[in-house]
């Protein structure tokens, strides 16, 4: 079942890679740049406000 829902790129052509790799990036850097905050999140209100994440 997870086969079929992610799929794969065993029978596309050579430029369906190459087409994908900037949205991979955009995503890695997205999930980059919230891991900080997130990580602030999960550690409880009291300790992001002292690591500086005052939004939360």
């Known amino acids: 079942m997870r086969f079929w829902g992610a799929g794969t790129l065993t029978d596309r052509p050579t430029g369906t890679a190459g087409a994908i790799v900037p949205f991979v990036l955009a995503g890695l850097l997205v ?11 999960a ?3 009291d300790a ?9």
């Open 48 to 56: 992001a406000r002292s690591s500086g994440c005052g939004s939360v």
């Open 43 to 45: 550690l409880g209100d």
């Open 31 to 41: 999930a980059v740049c919230c891991a900080r905050p997130l990580n602030a999140i």
